[in-house]
């Protein structure tokens, strides 16, 4: 069975502190998706990556970085939370070819204070 | 880039009711993914579909990729399948290097006892 999940469901951090939120799938697929989803903006892609130590620039990178050592692993990084980057963050896996059915994890509610 | 609307934005049904909800998209699409968010704000896979018809018991889904449109029909609507449901897209032509999903913004499906 699909399996994508992430390691926290709530998290609560303070402007200006770093952020990891982690991504782990064990399907071994190549790419993994990192998205936010807000109310009125809907789900909008942050990065992706489709192999080890490679990766992309989404719809909205600014304010993040991410990481991939691991094929299975996919972390995404705030290196100084802000306010405005309470959400949503969902993380997302599919086999090689893009164009095939994405999996996601149940989801990281953040809120910055 | 490739633009998602879904229609109707919210819908309120009495227990029983069969319901038909609507997803356009503005180009040619290689993947259509149909998902349910619970309450939780996990997104459940329903169905992968950029052309064609499938059916997974009282669900079942329709893309006619020409048309550019997909619909997901729910037959004997119960409580619990409430919740948000979106349509989401993967463009041939989504530009940036980006191959994410682009999501629609969404029905709000409400089933009433």
């Known amino acids: 069975d699909v399996k994508v999940t992430q390691s926290s469901r709530y998290l609560v951090k303070r402007t200006g502190e770093k952020v990891f939120l982690e991504c782990v799938q064990d399907?071994?697929?190549?790419?993994m998706f990192w998205y936010r989803q807000d109310p009125g903006l809907g789900l909008r892609l942050i990065y992706f990556?489709?192999?080890?130590?490679?990766?992309e620039k989404g719809d909205i990178p600014e304010g993040y970085s991410v990481s991939r050592e691991k094929k299975e692993r996919f972390s995404l990084i705030l290196e100084s939370a802000s306010t405005n980057q309470t959400s949503m963050y969902l993380c997302?896996?599919?086999?090689?070819?893009?164009?095939?059915?994405?999996?996601f994890g149940p989801g990281t509610r953040l809120t910055v204070l | 880039g490739i633009q998602v609307e879904q229609s109707p934005p919210d819908l309120i049904l009495q227990e029983g009711a069969n319901s038909t909800l609507r997803c356009n998209f503005s180009?040619?699409?290689?993947?259509l993914q149909w998902f349910h968010q619970n309450p939780w704000g996990q997104l459940i896979n329903l169905f992968y579909?950029?052309?064609g018809t499938k059916q997974n018991g009282r669900l079942s889904a329709t893309t006619v990729a020409t048309e550019r449109y997909s619909l997901l029909y729910i037959s004997s609507s119960q409580t619990t399948d409430s919740g948000v449901y979106f349509c989401?897209?993967?463009?041939?032509?989504?530009?940036?290097?980006?191959?994410?999903?682009?999501f629609g913004k969404g029905t709000h499906l409400i089933i009433q006892p």
């Open positions: 997302a896996s599919t086999i090689r070819d893009f164009h095939n059915e994405q999996f």
């Open positions: 399907m071994d697929h190549e790419n």
């Open positions: 990556s489709y192999d080890v130590k490679m990766k």
């Open positions: 180009d040619s699409v290689n993947n």
């Open positions: 579909i950029p052309s």
């Open positions: 989401a897209v993967d463009s041939p032509y989504s530009g940036g290097g980006a191959d994410g999903l682009t």
